[in-house]
């Protein structure tokens, strides 16, 4: 895992030959993770936000499309700040990244074009997840 606690980018690869393609990641580490979704985003105008988790980590991958996600790092998980300021990573299925999100941040992300799709990994349950889960309003801390 990340041992800084700052999300990070991880490089994958590509290898083409007669047989066709195959997409690598070799250097991203999932032995941690318990579980794992996709986010189906029909309409860019979708917005999901403000979710958070203090000790939860996330691995975003971006299946088909592309997909604006916004991090926050809350001050106060009870009452933050309003002024914090986001990091902003764009991903797409072209790029072969992965995006680590350690615990401490809230996310949102949008799809940049119609019918994109993410998997997300997790390394808490969904017992524990809801034990560790804040919401705060779309608009707190970013116009979308």
């Known amino acids: 895992m990340n041992e800084e606690n700052v999300p990070v980018i991880i490089a994958g690869g590509k290898h083409t030959d007669e ?26 105008g979708i917005v999901r ?22 991090l926050i790092r809350p001050d106060d998980w009870l009452s933050p700040a309003e002024d914090l300021q986001p990091q902003e990573f764009s991903l797409t299925s072209a790029a072969d990244q992965v995006l680590h999100v350690p615990g401490g941040f ?8 119609p019918d994109s799709k993410m998997m997300v990994f997790s390394n808490f349950s969904i017992a524990e997840s809801l034990n560790d889960d804040f919401r705060f309003n779309k608009s707190k801390w970013y116009n979308w």
Request: no cysteine.
């Open 19 to 44: 047989r066709g393609t195959l997409t690598y990641f070799n250097d991203l580490n999932l032995s941690a993770v318990k579980r794992l979704y996709v986010l189906e985003h029909p309409d860019p």
């Open 106 to 113: 809230a996310s949102g992300f949008q799809a940049l074009e």
């Open 49 to 70: 936000a403000w979710q958070g988790h203090q000790y939860e980590n996330k691995w975003f991958y971006v299946v088909e499309g592309s997909f604006k996600i916004v």
